[in-house]
């Protein structure tokens, strides 16, 4: 699944670029491979903002739609719910 595709609220794991060109973009803004997001807010056939860390960014559609995530799924450990 690709940034734009990620389920809102929930966050992702970066997994890959699909352009080297968006790559370099995205590196500027401090999304590397490895990089846990979480999308925030949707603007359709617009920018999607991300909580990264302490801060949000806006990243626009063409970026959100070369990147690849993973979702992070929450597994029952123990009878608590963790991340």
């Known amino acids: 699944m690709t940034l ?3 389920p809102l609220g ?3 794991l ?11 973009q995205a590196v500027r803004l401090g999304l ?3 990089t846990l997001v ?3 807010e949707r603007i359709p056939g ?11 960014i806006a990243v626009g559609l063409e ?8 979702p992070l799924v929450r597994r029952l450990v123990s009878g608590a719910e963790r991340p």
């Open 14 to 24: 970066l997994r890959d670029f699909l352009d080297r060109r968006i790559e370099h």
């Open 4 to 6: 734009d595709q990620a």
């Open 38 to 40: 979480v999308p925030l």
């Open 63 to 70: 970026l959100a739609r070369a990147v690849l995530v993973r």
């Open 10 to 12: 929930r966050p992702v």
């Open 32 to 34: 590397v491979e490895g």
């Open 46 to 56: 617009g920018p999607t903002v991300l909580g990264l860390g302490n801060r949000e």
